[in-house]
């Protein structure tokens, strides 16, 4: 059985989410390291633009463990961003005045993502750093609340 929670959604009515079941949240959380380390080769490799889109995505799948299924088919950038970072996912729950620095980075990160994977513009390394310490910050902080698999 899931357990059950719920987000708000753009229009401000709560929707329900669901946990992720234990496979799933073993894999989501496997590829989110995958491209933690995928990010920090890239940089390695002076591919800073590589590395923010992966560094990106290990924050996605890695929220998306966190906080479980969306309330519908998949979960939209913003909209788990926003749940995330609200702070319902966690026991106790955490305020989202405590997150509010996170959710910047995190938008940051995003941005940089799209400069690097739809603007094709160049990526600073500093920033595809910056990328790699927000991943860091998020994984810490699903690991300080959650048992990962």
Known sequence: MKAVSFCY????????????????EKRRWQTAQENQN??????LQGFPGA??????????????TAVGDPPRSEWKHGGLMQTFCRGQWTDPVLLPTSLAS???KLLAL??????ADYRA???DPIKAQEG?????????????????P
Request: charged share 20%; proline share 0%.
């Open 121 to 123: 513009l160049q990526v």
């Open 51 to 64: 590395s923010v889109s992966r560094s990106y995505y290990a924050c996605f799948q890695a929220m998306w």
């Open 102 to 104: 996170l959710y910047k």
């Open 38 to 43: 995928a990010a920090q080769q890239a940089l």
């Open 132 to 148: 790699l310490n927000t991943i860091t910050e998020v994984f810490q902080l699903i690991a300080h609340h959650k048992t990962l």
């Open 9 to 24: 959604n753009n229009d401000g009515f709560a929707e329900e989410v669901t946990s992720v079941d234990k496979t799933e």
């Open 110 to 115: 995003y941005d940089l993502r799209l400069d």
